[in-house]
């Protein structure tokens, strides 16, 4: 495992969120960027993936403005379709797993995407009738994208970017025109007061938010991240998704939740920062030989969603890493 090199600081006049991923691929280009299993991406692997999945959203005809949907846990594509949109101008939205069709069709008619990204199945829940439904009702979406899986009359992700890496005059010219306070992700509240609304964060916005956390939590050993959150929420977006690559560190990916192995990718991966609600860290704590975990490697453990136990911090303060 190559660790990741956080050795420049990260530049703070950068237009858009994707030009840290080629700042970074271009001063560290073979520090991880990200892990998810046995797959290792690099900041210049993940680059390449990037601009491959750009153009081909481009070739597709989506242009400044226009939304893409995501429907996915937290994995590579989740980051590599952000991204791709992002750069060339359009906005991402995020669809939560758990959403039913009703929910999926308000926030998928609220957006009007012209592309939904979607993995068939998550946690056995299949999901084939209920996009069929929505690029029945909803008139924008011309494709539908599968990742991991196939469906009828979609296309899967690997035939969506295969060919689409070496047009750089096309994807260069729509970069150029995308600017700092344009939109690039819709995030949908919770609808608790009503039905739910889309929030559009800009490019400004979440850049400035990475380079807040980084000032406010700068990791001595290379900022190594655990990403087990919903893709659809502000934090698994940009407090957790978009912050790494803004600094140039790690993002290691976990698509579900599981606290025995959390705790696993922690010793494994060396995990410095870990974000999670009470409840999760709950759970972690809970598991037999919690005490006797190597878990040496944290630096910052930060929760939010709820209070805190006191007994549950005073476990986590045994762990000597700076509590927030």
Same mark, same amino acid.
């Given at each position: 495992?190559? !660790?990741?090199?956080?050795?420049?600081?990260?530049?703070?006049?950068?237009?858009?969120?994707? /030009?840290?991923?080629?700042?970074?691929?271009?001063?560290?280009?073979?520090?991880?960027?990200?892990? +998810?299993?046995?797959?290792?991406?690099?900041?210049?692997?993940?680059?390449?993936?990037?601009?491959?999945?750009?153009? #081909?959203?481009?070739? #597709?005809?989506?242009?400044?403005?226009?939304?893409?949907?995501?429907?996915?846990?937290?994995?590579?594509?989740?980051?590599?379709?952000?991204?791709?949109?992002?750069?060339?101008? /359009?906005?991402?939205?995020?669809?939560?797993?758990?959403?039913?069709?009703?929910?999926?069709?308000?926030?998928?008619?609220?957006?009007?995407?012209?592309?939904?990204? $979607?993995?068939?199945?998550?946690?056995?829940?299949?999901?084939?009738?209920?996009?069929?439904?929505?690029?029945?009702?909803?008139?924008?979406?011309?494709?539908? &994208?599968? @990742?991991?899986?196939?469906?009828?009359?979609? @296309?899967? +992700?690997?035939? +969506?970017?295969?060919?689409?890496?070496?047009?750089?005059?096309?994807?260069?010219?729509?970069?150029?025109?995308?600017?700092?306070?344009?939109? $690039? &992700?819709?995030?949908?509240?919770?609808?608790?007061?009503?039905?739910?609304?889309?929030?559009?964060?800009?490019?400004?916005?979440?850049?400035?938010?990475?380079?807040?956390?980084? !000032?406010?939590?700068?990791?001595?050993?290379?900022?190594?991240?655990?990403?087990?959150?919903?893709?659809?929420?502000? #934090?698994?977006?940009?407090?957790?998704?978009?912050?790494?690559?803004?600094?140039?560190?790690?993002?290691? +990916?976990?698509?579900?939740?599981?606290? /025995?192995?959390?705790?696993?990718? @922690?010793?494994?991966?060396?995990?410095?920062?870990?974000?999670?609600?009470?409840?999760?860290?709950?759970?972690?704590?809970? !598991?037999?030989?919690?005490?006797?975990?190597?878990?040496?490697?944290?630096?910052?453990?930060?929760?939010?969603?709820?209070?805190?136990?006191?007994?549950?911090?005073?476990?986590?303060?045994?762990?000597? #890493?700076?509590?927030?």
């Amino acid at each position: 495992m190559k !660790q990741p090199t956080n050795i420049h600081a990260p530049p703070h006049d950068l237009a858009r969120v994707g /030009a840290y991923l080629w700042h970074w691929a271009e001063r560290t280009p073979d520090a991880e960027a990200i892990v +998810f299993g046995d797959e290792r991406l690099t900041y210049e692997q993940l680059a390449h993936r990037v601009r491959s999945c750009a153009q #081909a959203l481009l070739d #597709a005809g989506v242009v400044r403005g226009d939304r893409v949907a995501m429907l996915s846990t937290s994995r590579p594509e989740f980051m590599i379709v952000l991204l791709a949109s992002t750069e060339i101008g /359009a906005i991402w939205v995020g669809l939560h797993p758990r959403y039913t069709y009703r929910e999926f069709l308000h926030v998928v008619a609220t957006t009007q995407p012209k592309l939904i990204f $979607a993995l068939p199945e998550i946690e056995g829940r299949t999901y084939g009738h209920e996009l069929a439904e929505l690029k029945k009702e909803v008139a924008s979406i011309s494709t539908i &994208v599968t @990742i991991a899986g196939n469906l009828p009359d979609a @296309i899967t +992700f690997e035939i +969506f970017v295969q060919g689409h890496g070496d047009n750089g005059t096309t994807l260069s010219l729509a970069q150029s025109v995308v600017q700092p306070e344009d939109g $690039a &992700v819709i995030i949908f509240t919770s609808g608790t007061t009503g039905s739910p609304k889309g929030a559009v964060i800009r490019h400004r916005g979440l850049i400035t938010g990475a380079l807040v956390e980084n !000032q406010r939590w700068p990791s001595r050993a290379g900022l190594r991240l655990l990403h087990n959150m919903p893709v659809n929420h502000i #934090a698994g977006v940009g407090m957790m998704g978009l912050y790494p690559v803004v600094v140039g560190g790690t993002l290691v +990916f976990m698509d579900r939740f599981d606290s /025995a192995g959390m705790l696993d990718t @922690i010793e494994v991966e060396r995990i410095t920062f870990w974000l999670q609600a009470p409840t999760m860290f709950h759970l972690a704590v809970s !598991q037999p030989g919690f005490d006797k975990r190597d878990l040496t490697s944290l630096e910052y453990i930060i929760w939010a969603g709820a209070p805190m136990p006191r007994d549950l911090v005073a476990r986590l303060y045994k762990l000597e #890493a700076t509590l927030a």
